[in-house]
Structure formats: C-alpha cells, structure tokens
C-alpha cells in the first residue's frame, strides 16, 4: 500500500487509470445502452476511454471552461456570468457562477411549457392505481404560479424560509417550484417525522407559512398529516399561516385565521406570477439531515450550483433523453426527492413519477405494474426496496413488459451483489444498465457512479467519480494519500464542485468542522472507501462502519453480504463492538425469509450456519461473534437502516440512543434490545 504525504491544501494528483481490464466481474453496457434496437444514443460511450477523455476535461486545469460551456447552454439565464468559481474549502466561501442571475422555476417550468405545454411533466402514481394520471407543464405551471401569488400574499419575499410537510402527491413538486419562483428557500420536511421533529425543523428556519394536506395515503393507510402538524404548530409561535391541500377530503381541524385550503386559497389569485430574479450564490432551500450529534443539521443549498449539478448528473448518469419517462421512487422530503424527482427531472424538461404508495401495495408487483403501465425509461430506488422484491419472489416481475427500460439506480446505500444480480437478472433482464449511486445531502448530486454508456459495472461498486468529482483516499491515521490500486481508507474530495452545500443553516462553524476541518484542503465525505485492482471505488459505509478485529479491516457491507448469500436470510445489519481480546468483534442482526421454519432449525444451529457461511466467504477472523435473529431491522421511514441504533445497544448503551424521532417502527428497537439483554 503505498503512501505519499502531502502538506493540508497541498493535493497530489491521482489519476484514474488510463483504461480497465476486461475481467469476468465486469458487466459491460448492455445492446439497449450502445445505442441499439433504435433507442437513443447514449450522452457518452461506447467504452471507458469515452468517460475517462470527458472527466479530465472536468477536473482539469481548463475544467472551468467546461463548467461554464454547460452552465450557459444547460440553463437559461437573466445575466451572464464573468466568474465560473471562487472559493474554497478551507474557508468554506465556495462560489459558481456568482454574477449570473437566473430562477429555478423558469428553469424547470416556463421553458418547457412555452415550448411543450401539453407534454405531461409528472406522472403521478397515487396509492391507489385506479386514481394514477399525468400532469402536464400546463397545469404545472398553473399550479405554481397560483400557489407562488397566495404564499406572496401572505407576505413571504425573496430570502423568507416556508416549510412543507407534504406526502408524495403532485402537488408537492407545485409547492417547491413556488417558493423557488418567488425566492423563498423552500424547508421541506419528510411527511412522516414526529410532530416533535417537525417543530424543531420549523423553528429552526423561522418560517411564517407551512404548507400541508388533510392526510396523507401510503399503503392503502391514511396518514393523519394535519394532525401531526397542528400538534407541532402549538410550539411554533412564529408560524402564521398553513395551507392545506385536501388530499383525502376527510374532515379535519382548521384553526380560523391560520388555516386555509389550497383549492380555495389559489381560487382567489391570478394563474400567472413573475419568476423572481435571483443570484446563483442565493439559497434555494435547506434540508435537515442528521447529525452525528444528534441535532440534525440544515444543510443549505445554493440556485445555480445545485440547479446544474441536479440537471447534469442525471443526463449523464441515467442517459436521459427527451422523451423518458424517469421513475425515482424516493420521497420527496429527502435529497434524493429534491434532486431526482423535481429539480434533476423537470430542469431536463422530462416527464417524471411522483410515486405515493410502496413496492408491495396492493401487491409486490407494483414497481412493475407501473413500469408497464407508464412505460417508465428509468427506476431508480433504494436497495431495501429490491431486497424486500427480491424477499418477495420474482414471479411478481414476471408477465410484465419491462422493456421500456434501460437504466436501473439504486440508492441510499451500497447494494449488496445478490440484490444486485437480482435486479439485473429479473426486473432488468440483463438488458439494462444498473447504476449504483454514492452521494448524500451535502453533495447535492452523484458524487460517484457509473456512465450506463461507457463503464462497465461491477456488482457492489460504485465505479467512478462522476464530473467535476477529483477525489482521493486517505490514510485515515496519518491523513497520507494512498496511491495505486488495492488501497483502502477515507474518501475526500480535492476541488469543489457546482452542487456542494454552502453551509449549515445560522451555523457555519459546524458546517467547516463536519466537512473541511477533519482533513485541511479537502471535503470529508464521512465514508470509508477502497479502490480495487482494477482501479474501482468501493464505497464502505460510513467510516464508524469499518470494523477492525485483531488488526483486519473489515467492512460491514462485506460481513452482511456474506451472510446474505445463505437461503434463508433475508436481510442483515452488522455492527462492530469493543472487545477485551480483539479489539473489536462483529455482532451480527439478521431476518429470515417469510418461508423459511425457523421451528424446524434451532436458533443456535442457525447461528452456527452463518458464522460459517461467513468464515467460508471471507475468513475465519470474521466470522461474527454474536448472532442475533430478529423480526425486522431499526429503519427510517425512508428505509435505512439504523446502524448507529445496533451500535448502542450493543455496547450496552441501550438507555443513551440519542434521537429516534425518524425511526419508522420503535418496536422494533425494543425487540432488538431485549435480545441483545438476553430477555427475548
């Protein structure tokens, strides 16, 4: 493993490697990504050469000339820009574009309705099938500019924060757009939070107007959404008005003089509103996401820089076209939402899902019904979700026509290979490129990926950086760049790109001692990652998540792999805890398939079966120490799961687990608590 040291702000140049082996793990571009069978041409291919020729011009010492090309034929703008960047990390003061003037709405509305009004911009797939329909720019644009003249005559101006609390229905993209017509920094916040979580958000962005529903429908449930945000709004003196979209249409308190219904509220105002002007360097939201201490943060996002970022990353990472039709299944209320189901989609002038049920409501072949239905290009979702598909059986993908996809997205978290070999073989057909994406809420956009057209995929890894993305690894003890290939350490970035966050809402400090102050000159990502023999990035979770047991490095995302390949399992979430003789041990939670009897196989022979299948797959030395079978794992309700939950309870800090406002199931976390004490 070699190592150069470098000076904090002093970067060595690692290039990636000129071209990539063939190899018997590389997936190349399938004939639907190389511009076969009459689908579109891919943006960039046919082979790595392609990508790697294009990301140099990125990162390379003319790389501005590349940004500022895109940014003036990729958006339109009220100013021209002088100034491509300015800034850096170690002050935190990083600017794009910071002359230029332009409005995101514009962007993602008014050129394509003038251009297109009646091309449906959002498909809107509500949680019963029968009321699913298409929502064309015309009506988008209606939508916004109305909602944009009731939120101005309430008051709100350019710079003022509005909070949204709205499930995934069409509307919500309305609401975004609304706030970014007139300036507002939008503060969405996920439809499922507590009340409590909900009011420490709307506090924190000192917002006078909420926007919410009635209710909310998920999984053939009503979710009591106006409820919860009356309970929060008890505590939230500054809040002074609340729109309410009737969704269901059930009854449900208003308070006279703050609560007023959209239909009625839009009813009143003119169906056209000015976009409003803004410099590339204002704020165009805040998004909460949490923090290692517990206090979620408000990370702040810039106009121009995200806009781009947003727009570019999905042209060239899930090949958009004019004419797809691009299924993100995320919510809304999380990054994932913002950048892939309304900015990214809608600046690209596409037609996009806003998905409101789950995978398995009414059935678990919903994903597919809709993909047959729609005619969806693209599926992007999260691996929880093609693991509890593949949990299901794939008999529901089966007798649907999935042809019209060519690009398969995972998100949220690196795929285990079985996940990922399903989704080729069954839903993909192994017609259809996967691209597993690394990013999170502070980079706005894929920070690593694969171009479906150029790279070849390796089931697990994340593949390359995408553009604009110059990125190292490093010793994480001695803060030394790792050169070469078969090295493994953190990941950091050595020059900003377009859609980094600004800052940590009335909280810089914390945003430079989160990112930039952990290794000088460099953005800190949090995550462990390795760069194989071939020269691809495995991403290793986060850098907590690296268990080091007499002095091996393991990664839990290769322990539950391992574990995953046996029949029975389900799904798993391995954690590390201290151990007097090791250093470190690997505990071990796992649940079983719906099939399989664990009446007819006693808990500890099971146990004994994947510690084996474990030292079979990897070695010996990490083979887990405990084992424990349990119903379900401690998720969000977007999903992840909640390893820093596991990691408590199993260092016997059960009574300090911090912040459980964004746990889905809390039952759960007492079952796993009482197994790890031995009482269940």
Excluded at 286 to 298: D, N, R, V, W
Aim: overall charge negative.
């Amino acid at each position: 493993m070699g190592k150069t040291e470098v000076a904090p702000g002093v970067h060595h140049v690692h290039p990636l490697p000129d071209s990539v082996p063939e190899s018997e793990d590389l997936f190349a571009p399938p004939p639907r990504l190389r511009g076969e069978d009459n689908r579109p041409k891919p943006h960039i291919g046919p082979n790595y050469e392609a990508y790697l020729k294009e990301w140099a011009k990125t990162v390379g010492p003319n790389s501005d000339e590349w940004w500022a090309e895109k940014a003036r034929t990729t958006l339109d703008w009220y100013e021209d820009f002088k100034t491509v960047r300015a800034g850096g990390f170690e002050e935190g003061d990083v600017q794009w574009f910071p002359e230029g003037t332009l409005n995101a709405a514009y962007n993602c509305v008014d050129r394509h309705f003038y251009a297109n009004p009646d091309k449906a911009a959002i498909i809107y797939e509500a949680d019963e099938p029968s009321e699913s329909r298409e929502i064309t720019y015309r009506e988008l644009m209606q939508e916004t500019c109305r909602l944009a003249n009731v939120l101005k005559s309430y008051g709100v101006k350019k710079g003022d924060a509005v909070s949204i609390y709205l499930p995934m229905t069409w509307q919500s993209a309305a609401a975004f757009l609304a706030c970014a017509r007139i300036g507002a920094i939008h503060s969405a916040v996920f439809a499922g939070f507590s009340a409590e979580s909900l009011r420490d958000r709307v506090n924190d962005c000192e917002c006078k107007v909420l926007i919410t529903t009635d209710e909310g429908r998920r999984g053939g449930k009503s979710i009591a959404t106006k409820a919860i945000v009356d309970a929060a709004l008890q505590q939230c003196p500054l809040v002074e008005h609340v729109v309410v979209l009737r969704r269901t249409g059930n009854k449900v308190p208003m308070t006279e003089g703050r609560d007023k219904w959209w239909d009625e509220e839009c009813a009143k105002v003119p169906a056209y509103a000015p976009c409003e002007r803004m410099a590339s360097e204002d704020p165009l939201f805040i998004l909460y996401t949490s923090g290692s201490t517990g206090k979620p943060k408000g990370v702040v996002h810039s106009t121009a820089g995200y806009l781009l970022g947003a727009h570019l990353s999905l042209k060239y990472v899930f090949d958009i076209h004019p004419d797809d039709r691009f299924a993100c299944m995320a919510d809304i209320g999380w990054i994932t939402g913002h950048s892939y189901i309304i900015y990214g989609p809608l600046s690209n002038g596409i037609t996009t899902a806003i998905f409101e049920s789950t995978p398995v409501y009414p059935t678990a072949a919903r994903y597919w019904d809709f993909v047959d239905k729609w005619k969806a290009t693209q599926l992007y979702t999260a691996p929880t979700a093609i693991r509890l598909l593949r949990r299901m059986g794939e008999e529901h993908v089966k007798n649907h026509d999935l042809s019209s996809l060519r690009v398969l997205g995972s998100v949220g978290e690196p795929i285990n290979p079985e996940a990922w070999h399903w989704y080729n073989d069954f839903p993909g057909k192994q017609q259809c490129a996967i691209v597993d994406t690394y990013w999170m809420t502070e980079t706005g956009s894929f920070a690593v990926a694969p171009l479906p057209g150029a790279i070849s995929t390796k089931p697990g890894s994340a593949t390359f950086p995408f553009f604009g993305m110059d990125l190292d690894i490093i010793d994480p003890t001695s803060g030394a760049v790792l050169e070469g290939n078969d090295v493994e350490g953190v990941l950091v970035a050595k020059k900003p790109w377009p859609s980094l966050a600004r800052s940590v809402y009335r909280d810089h400090k914390r945003y430079l001692e989160t990112y930039m102050k952990p290794y000088p000159g460099y953005f800190f990502f949090g995550d462990g990652a390795a760069r194989d023999y071939d020269g691809y990035l495995w991403i290793k979770g986060r850098v907590d998540d690296v268990i080091n047991v007499s002095g091996h490095r393991l990664s839990t995302a290769e322990v539950e792999s391992a574990l995953i390949l046996h029949k029975g399992v389900a799904e798993t979430a391995v954690v590390g805890c201290a151990d007097d003789l090791t250093g470190q041990a690997v505990y071990a939670f796992v649940t079983m398939k719906p099939e399989f009897d664990l009446n007819t196989t006693k808990e500890a022979d099971l146990s004994r079966e994947l510690a084996i299948q474990v030292r079979k797959v990897i070695g010996p030395f990490a083979a887990p120490k405990k084992i424990f079978l349990v119903s379900d794992l401690p998720k969000t309700r977007s999903g992840k799961i909640m390893r820093r939950v596991l990691r408590k309870i199993v260092a016997g800090e059960a009574d300090q687990l911090g912040d459980l406002s964004s746990v889905a199931d809390p039952e759960i976390v007492e079952e796993v608590k009482a197994k790890v004490a031995g009482k269940a």
